[in-house]
Nanobody
Framework: QVQLVESGGGLVEVGGSLRLSCAASGSISSIDVMGWYRQGPGKQRELVAV???????NYGASVKGRFTISGDKTRNTVYLQMNSLELEDTGVYLCGGVINHEASWGQGTQVTVSS
């Protein structure tokens, strides 16, 4: 069984930075795509950034130019560097991926941006 474990969330002021990590563990034969989604208070889940197996990056419109996704294939880990954080970035950040041709999700990590 595959597990995704996130870390790195927390409280930060507007304009600050945070780095999230998500590590996949278990019996893994393939990772097609892995990345981040978020759900803000009273909002629907939305794409933040994903990284595919060829290194292609896809970002949500609201984070382009501020967030950067990267990955370490040797550790089955993806990272999300978040800069210039805004109040609207507050939410639960969920790591998700297509691993072994199935969708997997982590438990999520809270990111709170304060003024």
């Amino acid at each position: 069984q595959v597990q995704l474990v996130e870390s790195g969330g927390g409280l930060v002021e507007v304009g600050g930075s945070l780095r999230l990590s998500c590590a996949a563990s278990g019996s893994i034969s393939s990772i097609d795509v892995m990345g981040w989604y978020r759900q803000g208070p009273g909002k629907q889940r939305e794409l933040v950034a994903v990284l595919d197996s060829d290194g292609g990056e896809n970002y949500g419109a609201s984070v382009k130019g501020r967030f950067t996704i990267s990955g370490d294939k040797t550790r089955n880990t993806v990272y999300l560097q978040m800069n210039s954080l805004e109040l609207e970035d507050t939410g639960v950040y969920l790591c998700g991926g297509v691993i072994n041709h199935e969708a997997s999700w982590g438990q999520g990590t809270q990111v709170t941006v304060s003024s």
